[in-house]
T-cell receptor, first 112, second 112 residues
């Protein structure tokens, strides 16, 4: 059974810092990995999708990497801003449309 | 292009009652999945519908049932509500031939 763990559970940083969020999964036979952002009480916004054949994806100040063999992914946020404050969720899928398995998320606070 | 639309946004029900939540998928998507997210937790997979049939199901009791209509929209029904059913219910749509999910804003269900 796939399990996803995100470390740390919460993180508080000053504005402008670069930061890394970590995600690990127990079964390396994944099809894809997706990073989401969730604002309090809201739905999920997809940030980056990495297919199993890829090693990283970039979107603006965000960069996500994937190391299937070690069961790890990282989300790098450059030059953090207060608007980045949210919960970041990592989810993995075993094949194209199989259900996503989520971690519990990392709650990020960026202090101005 | 409208994304995933969920209704209602918020709902308060009494223990023992029944509830129906609705979801309209993103244009072009044919698969709908439902997730339950308790406070402070990652979303948990309930079930997935494709071609009007339940294709996969997570570890949820039979009190949770669903339906998909010919226009790909979907309903989630929960019978005999328990206090523990209080959660954010998220609908996610996808296209069977591509990767990645798009999530709606969710329905916040409170059982009192």
């Amino acid at each position: 059974k796939q399990e996803v763990t995100q470390i740390p559970a919460a993180l508080s940083v000053p504005e402008g810092e670069n930061l890394v969020l970590n995600c690990s999964f127990t079964d390396s036979a994944i099809y894809n990995l997706q990073w989401f952002r969730q604002d309090p009480g809201k739905g999920l916004t997809s940030l980056l999708l990495i297919q199993s054949s890829q090693r990283e994806q970039t979107s603006g100040r965000l960069n996500a990497s994937l190391d299937k063999s070690s069961g790890r992914s990282t989300l790098y946020i450059a030059a953090s801003q207060p608007g980045d404050s949210a919960t970041y969720l990592c989810a993995v899928g075993d094949s194209g449309n199989t259900p996503l398995v989520f971690g519990k998320g990392t709650r990020l606070s960026v202090i101005a | 292009d409208a994304g995933v639309t969920q209704s209602p946004t918020h709902l308060i029900k009494t223990r023992g009652q029944q509830v129906t939540l609705r979801c309209s998928p993103k244009s072009g998507h044919d698969t709908v999945s439902w997730y339950q997210q308790a406070l402070g937790q990652g979303p948990q997979f309930i079930f997935q519908y494709y071609e009007e049939e339940e294709r996969q199901r997570g570890n949820f009791p039979d009190r949770f049932s669903g339906h998909q209509f010919p226009n790909y929209s979907s309903e989630l029904n929960v019978n005999a509500l328990l206090l523990g059913d209080s959660a954010l219910y998220l609908c996610a749509s996808s296209f069977s031939q591509e990767y990645g999910y798009t999530f709606g804003s969710g329905t916040r269900l409170t059982v009192v």
